[in-house]
């Protein structure tokens, strides 16, 4: 088995003569859990934004493999974007929006709403279930949108701030999924709140303009990195 499943190879991006990225090689394996973090600015985002391939690099390429090292144009992927990238105005429900994230798969009507059911009472949403996501406070609606990027149980699960507006004791629950999940699912998750969940990472990058992939406890001393 390949164990290679997303390839960076010299990717740059820059906007203007403003280099956000420079020149990135670098690889995401099967069932790894890669927790990313950071200063503001650093390129975090734009780095998920094109292994999604929602932004293409300026420079460089990133190809999918599947487990035979074929390159593939497309994988199942969950995406929980930053809040500040959804348009809460829109109009739909929470229950609505958690099952978009089964969109495209192919099961029948009964598993599907029973999914869509289970996946609400994960992220305690059952009061909530079918309000307009535009009444909800943040920390609701991260939860809807962590349950749309997990429902299909995707191949790899890109989470930008999950912690955001999270409350602590759904906190320690999230813990709790995402360890269930490491190892089966290939995890990248931004976070400036690397504590605790830097502990449950097998590995550890810093973007910053650039990629430093550290040990553990270089994750919390950003200037100890270089190597
Ligand atoms: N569409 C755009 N046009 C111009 N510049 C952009 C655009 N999108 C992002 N940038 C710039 O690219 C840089 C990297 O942004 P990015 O959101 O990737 O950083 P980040 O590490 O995720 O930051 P944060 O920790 O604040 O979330 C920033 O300087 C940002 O202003």
Do not use: W
């Not at 009964?110 to 009444?135: F, H, K, P, W, Y």
């Not at 810093?206 to 100890?224: L, N, P, Q, R, T």
């Amino acid at each position: 088995m390949n164990s290679t499943i997303i390839e960076m190879q010299g990717v740059s991006l820059r906007y203007d003569r403003r280099v956000v990225l420079n020149d990135i090689d670098f690889s995401v394996r099967r069932g790894d859990f890669m927790a990313i973090t950071g200063p503001n600015g650093g390129g975090k985002t734009s780095l998920l934004r094109m292994m999604l391939k929602l932004l293409p690099p300026t420079a460089g390429s990133v190809v999918y493999r599947d487990t035979d090292g074929h390159e593939v144009t497309r994988l199942p992927i969950g995406y929980l974007p930053q809040k500040n990238m959804v348009d809460s105005r829109f109009p739909i429900t929470v229950r609505e929006v958690i099952a978009s994230g089964l969109l495209g798969v192919n099961t029948d009507k009964a598993s599907r709403m029973r999914r869509v059911d289970d996946t609400i009472a994960l992220m305690g949403l059952c009061e909530r279930a079918d309000a307009a996501i535009g009444e909800l406070s943040g920390g609701q609606l991260q939860r809807t949108l962590l349950g749309r990027a997990m429902i299909s149980a995707p191949e790899l699960l890109v989470l930008d701030e999950p912690l955001s507006y999270i409350d602590k004791r759904f906190e320690h629950q999230l813990y709790d999924i995402i360890g269930q999940l490491a190892g089966d699912t290939t995890i990248v998750l931004v976070s400036h709140e690397m504590s605790a969940i830097a502990g449950m990472a097998n590995r550890h990058i810093i973007v910053d303009h650039s990629i430093h992939e550290c040990s553990a406890h270089h994750h919390y001393v950003a200037s100890e990195c270089d190597e």
